[in-house]
């Protein structure tokens, strides 16, 4: 897992450009919170991410455990680990999602949404529409399919080499590992601690 390295830089943007000064940290829109290899990632992309991957994959009576104080450092440990395996993807053009996964996975997305009122609040409040909630999707279910292949793959290898899995930090994977290793990773200043962002009436841009 990448190692997140606090470098001095304001990370507390509004949608209005400014730097949100303490008076006014009630009323924070987002905020850049980390880069990885110079790809800056907001608060909205993190949370937002996590919410549309808890949902496919945690159990239904857990798709309210979003992002909060409590849990923002694990979630932003996984959401690096995660852009990481996105990025490689990307890089190198594979792991695409088909149209058939793609109306499967959205389907389970609606249902949740409208099954538990959390989640739902959580997208409201996160101004993720219809385009920025597919977008998610299928970078959630890209990084999912490599992290399967590559597992494969690397299982595969060492019982064709007849050794045993090898022990890596965090009982991570050598291949994750590996790529972990090679990332350059910044935390901005204050990315380490939850602050709540507050609800807008728009669509979250990109997404990651």
Same mark, same amino acid.
């Given at each position: 897992?990448?190692?997140?390295?606090?470098?001095?830089?304001?990370?507390? #943007?509004?949608? *209005?450009?400014?730097? =949100?000064?303490? &008076?006014? !940290?009630? %009323?924070? +829109?987002?905020?850049?919170?980390? @880069?990885?290899?110079?790809?800056?990632?907001?608060?909205?992309?993190?949370? #937002?991410?996590? *919410?549309?991957?808890? =949902?496919?994959? &945690?159990? !239904?009576? %857990?798709? +309210?455990?979003?992002?909060?104080? @409590?849990?923002?450092?694990?979630?932003?440990?996984?959401?690096?680990?995660?852009?990481?395996?996105?990025?490689?993807?990307?890089?190198?053009?594979?792991?695409?999602?088909?149209?058939?996964?793609?109306?499967?996975?959205?389907?389970?997305?609606?249902?949740?949404?409208?099954?538990?009122?959390?989640?739902?609040?959580?997208?409201?409040?996160?101004?993720?529409?219809?385009?920025?909630?597919?977008?998610?999707?299928?970078?959630?279910?890209?990084?999912?399919?490599?992290?399967?292949?590559?597992?494969?793959?690397?299982?595969?290898?060492?019982?064709?080499?007849?050794?045993?899995?090898?022990?890596?930090?965090?009982?991570?994977?050598?291949?994750?590992?590996?790529?972990?290793?090679?990332?350059?990773?910044?935390?901005?200043?204050?990315?380490?601690?939850?602050?709540?962002?507050?609800?807008?009436?728009?669509?979250?841009?990109?997404?990651?």
């Amino acid at each position: 897992m990448p190692q997140l390295r606090s470098h001095y830089l304001v990370a507390a #943007l509004t949608f *209005a450009g400014f730097a =949100a000064a303490p &008076a006014l !940290a009630q %009323q924070l +829109g987002n905020r850049l919170v980390l @880069a990885i290899n110079q790809v800056p990632y907001s608060q909205r992309q993190i949370e #937002l991410y996590t *919410a549309v991957r808890v =949902a496919l994959f &945690a159990p !239904a009576d %857990q798709t +309210g455990t979003l992002v909060d104080s @409590a849990n923002w450092n694990a979630s932003l440990a996984l959401f690096t680990t995660e852009m990481v395996i996105l990025q490689e993807a990307q890089r190198l053009g594979s792991f695409g999602t088909v149209d058939a996964v793609l109306e499967k996975y959205s389907a389970r997305l609606q249902a949740r949404r409208t099954a538990h009122g959390k989640f739902a609040m959580a997208l409201q409040r996160l101004g993720a529409d219809d385009p920025a909630l597919a977008h998610t999707l299928e970078n959630v279910l890209r990084v999912a399919a490599f992290r399967r292949s590559k597992n494969r793959q690397e299982a595969q290898d060492i019982s064709a080499a007849g050794g045993a899995t090898p022990t890596q930090p965090g009982g991570a994977a050598k291949w994750l590992s590996d790529l972990s290793g090679r990332a350059a990773t910044r935390l901005y200043l204050g990315g380490d601690v939850y602050q709540t962002i507050q609800p807008v009436q728009r669509s979250i841009e990109g997404g990651p």
